[in-house]
Nanobody, 127 residues
Framework: QVQLVQSGGGLVQAGGSLRLSCAAS????????VGWFRQAPGKEREFVAT????????RYTDSVKGRFTIARDSAGNTVYLEMNSLKPEDTAVYYC????????????????????WGQGTQVTVSS
């Protein structure tokens, strides 16, 4: 079992940058697949980015490609979501999520596939 503790987020102007952190309490993220999701008011929680448990491969939803980067620190116990060129439509509560994977290279895009969730952090982008 893993507990995910999020930090970061806040208010930023359009075009600005923010970095979200997701720390795994007491362990590393291997062999967990890690993902980031977001939920805007009145909308479903949607996939943003995911990383294999090796940390070697990533996938993104089309709307954030080239702007967001999911990465893991060298110790393997914190995953980041670096967000650049932020837009008002990126405003949402962002959640990190994780699930144990027996397969080293797998990409999970559905929230139902993840077992553990962070507490969520608000990102607000003003125009």
């Amino acid at each position: 079992q893993v507990q995910l503790v999020q930090s970061g987020g806040g208010l930023v102007q359009a075009g600005g940058s923010l970095r979200l952190s997701c720390a795994a309490s007491g362990r590393t993220f291997s062999p967990y697949v890690v993902g980031w999701f977001r939920q805007a008011p009145g909308k479903e929680r949607e996939f943003v980015a995911t990383m294999t448990w090796s940390g070697a491969s990533t996938r993104y939803t089309d709307s954030v490609k080239g702007r967001f980067t999911i990465a893991r620190d060298s110790a393997g116990n914190t995953v980041y979501l670096e967000m650049n060129s932020l837009k008002p439509e990126d405003t949402a509560v962002y959640y990190c999520a994780a699930v144990v994977s027996p397969v080293p290279i797998v990409f999970l895009y559905s929230r139902g596939q993840y077992s553990y969730w962070g507490q969520g952090t608000q990102v607000t982008v003003s125009s």
